[in-house]
């Protein structure tokens, strides 16, 4: 069975804080992605990867980093924590640009 | 820039009456659209997907959609709706990467 796992549902962290979201996929996938979604704004790409240590800006990559160093693994860095950070982060992964994307469970990341 | 509006943030519908949710998308040349739906506290998973063909396009759970490309629409409709499909749904197009629309929730009442 396909899967995409996130290493923590909740997270609660300080300001300023540096902050590592993993994301983990079993499918021998080439893309990988990182989304933050927000009420009444969807799904806004952060950063994209298709191929170990590539790493392409989205829309929205200001405040973030990532890190592709093996296939199966895509971490999304937050170096210095903000309030307006706080989101449900998404992690996705594709076997090619228009196949389907497999989603995780969600980090619902709150920075107080 | 390429986008995808849903016109509808939140819609209500009783149990087992027909639901249309609305989809738009900014012309281009290439079109490919999807829909996924989110339970709560969950991921996103595809519902269907129009890459080329038949504009008329079933998925899972007994949802389907129409492409328009006159109207740029990708509406997506289920005949009979029931508690389980309270959900929010978002449609996505495919340009260079995908871009999503802001969801709309659909809420099923007994």
Known sequence: DVKVTQSSRYLVKRTGEKVFLECVQDMDHENMFWYRQDPGLGLRLIYFSYDVKMKEKGDIPEGYSVSREKKERFSLILESASTNQTSMYLCASTPGGLGEQYFGPGTRLTVT | ?????????????????????????????????????????????????????????????????????????????????????TAEYFCARWFQNFVFGPGTRLSVLP
Not at chain 2, 41 to 54: C, I, M, V
């Open chain 2, 1 to 85: 820039a390429q986008s995808v509006t849903q016109l509808d943030s939140q819609v209500p519908v009783f149990e087992e009456a027909p639901v249309e949710l609305r989809c738009n998308y900014s012309s281009s040349v290439s079109v490919y659209l999807f829909w996924y739906v989110q339970y709560p506290n969950q991921g996103l998973q595809l519902l269907l997907k129009y890459l080329s063909g038949s504009t008329l396009v079933k998925g899972i759970n007994g949802f389907e959609a129409e492409f328009n490309k006159s109207q740029t629409s990708f509406h997506l409709r289920k005949p009979s709706v029931h508690i389980s499909d």
